[in-house]
């Protein structure tokens, strides 16, 4: 099993390039499904999770090339509507492709997520949603079954601002009978380019940018021809190793608004920002300061940078107070961090964080993508050798990451 070792210590210097989103291309891939055409998809990502969905497509009869980072999609060939566990349950995004086969072809037969490390993931919001639109759904065997079902226009409120769930039902009512209004969506940028996407093929959808969608029902959308949204949680990562190793880094290649609420945090923190149009440069202080994080839905802190933002205040001078709100277990990198010399305690779902004048180099487990990326940072920053085991996670959703900081003057390298 591939490991990396890092040699840390050393102020990272340079430009890198920030790659696709993979939380924008997964959605946008499983929309491809919705019209029997070839579809082009440029700055895909080439990462795990987007190869697992590439196969879930071929399982469902699509052809799909990668090129590079352009990814193209026929699926005109599509005959099976069945999404099987051995692969849904190393991804739960597979569960997209539930509403685009039930709007195209009135079945569908995917596997339930299943468990996640981090607590209770359910899917909940987004079988009430699609049974609010007429689907009758069964759990048969440990999989949602759909059968003659005809989708219609259905008012919909979310409990909770889940983004799944909002672009499952965006993608079940581009083609449904009628109008679907969806009440307290989620406002991430990978949720509103999937509906300007929708729109350039076709779709009627209304409120784009707001907590509330109107969704007219056409009878057949255009082939996809997008670029991916660059990764403004990769592009965070970067950031928050400038602030680490008392560096200087450019990113190219980004949309700053995608990822303000790190920056900001990132400043309050003793970072020096020079944004420009497409690029942030982020330079890190001696030493951050403490600082204190909400995770929220977008355009708050979001949670897929609170492991990396852990990592940066375990260094910071004072005591920073992290709460997520989105998932209440979300810390499995603590213990990880803990053996570096970092001083965290956890109560519940608040990590309250004495922060340490140095990290020492250990041998440490990545649990999960984002934790993978914190401890990756906490290895660039410490004092040693540091050599992480199970990166297998951090392939699911970093493009070539030790590529991109040995440019940067890291000593990293992958390991067997
Ligand atoms: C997306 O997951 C992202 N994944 C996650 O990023 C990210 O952490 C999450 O949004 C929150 O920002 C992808 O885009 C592929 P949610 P998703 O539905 O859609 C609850 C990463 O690191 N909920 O917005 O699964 C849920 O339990 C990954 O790249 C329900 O209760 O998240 C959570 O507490 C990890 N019922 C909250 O809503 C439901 O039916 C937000 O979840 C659905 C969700």
Request: neutral net charge.
């Amino acid at each position: 099993m591939d490991k990396l070792r890092i040699t840390g210590g050393r102020p990272l210097q340079g430009t890198v390039r920030i790659s696709g989103a993979k939380n924008a291309a997964l959605p946008v891939m499983a929309a491809t499904l919705l019209a029997p055409g070839v579809h082009r998809l440029r700055n895909v990502p080439r990462l795990r999770d987007t190869r697992t969905f590439a196969r879930v497509l071929e399982l469902l009869g699509a052809k799909v090339e990668f090129e590079g980072n352009l990814l193209t999609i026929d699926t005109q060939g599509v005959n099976s509507v069945e999404a099987p566990y051995e692969l849904v349950k190393t991804m739960r995004a597979s569960i997209y492709v539930l509403g685009p086969l039930l709007a195209r072809f009135g079945e569908a037969r995917v596997s339930l997520p299943g468990g996640c490390a981090w607590g209770p993931r359910p899917v909940n919001l987004h079988l009430t949603g699609l049974q609010a639109m007429g689907a009758a759904l069964e759990i048969e065997h440990g999989y949602i079954v759909g059968r003659g079902v005809k989708l219609k226009g259905a008012t919909i409120g979310f409990d909770v601002v889940s983004v799944g769930a909002t672009a499952q039902l965006m993608m079940a009512a581009v083609l449904a009978e009628g109008t679907t209004v969806l009440e307290n969506v989620a406002l991430e940028p990978d949720i509103t380019v999937l509906g300007e996407v929708l729109v350039a093929c076709g779709a009627r959808i209304d409120g784009l940018g707001s907590r509330r969608l109107s969704i007219q029902g056409v009878r057949s959308l255009r082939p996809i021809d997008t670029a991916i949204i660059p990764d403004r949680i990769e592009a965070a990562t970067f950031a928050a190793a400038a602030a680490m190793t008392g560096g200087k880094i450019r990113l190219e290649g980004v949309a700053p608004d995608h990822f303000e609420a790190p920056l900001r945090k990132l400043e309050e923190a003793g970072c020096t920002l020079l944004r420009e149009a497409g690029a942030v440069t982020v330079s890190g202080p001696g030493r951050p300061r403490a600082v204190n994080v909400v995770t929220q839905p977008f355009p708050g802190f979001p949670t897929d940078m609170q492991a990396q933002m852990i990592a940066v205040c375990a260094l910071a001078d004072g005591t920073s107070v992290i709460e997520d709100t989105i998932y209440v277990d979300r810390f499995t990198h603590v213990p990880e961090l803990a053996r570096m010399g970092a001083r965290i305690e956890l109560k519940g779902n608040v990590a309250v964080v004495k922060g340490v004048e140095r990290l020492s180099g250990a041998q440490v487990m990545a649990t999960d993508l984002r934790a993978s990326a914190s401890l990756v940072l906490a290895a660039l920053a410490a004092e040693g050798e540091s050599l992480i085991d199970r990166i297998y996670h951090l392939d699911r959703g970093y493009e070539t990451l030790e590529t991109k900081f040995a440019a940067l003057g890291a000593r990293i390298e992958r390991v067997s």
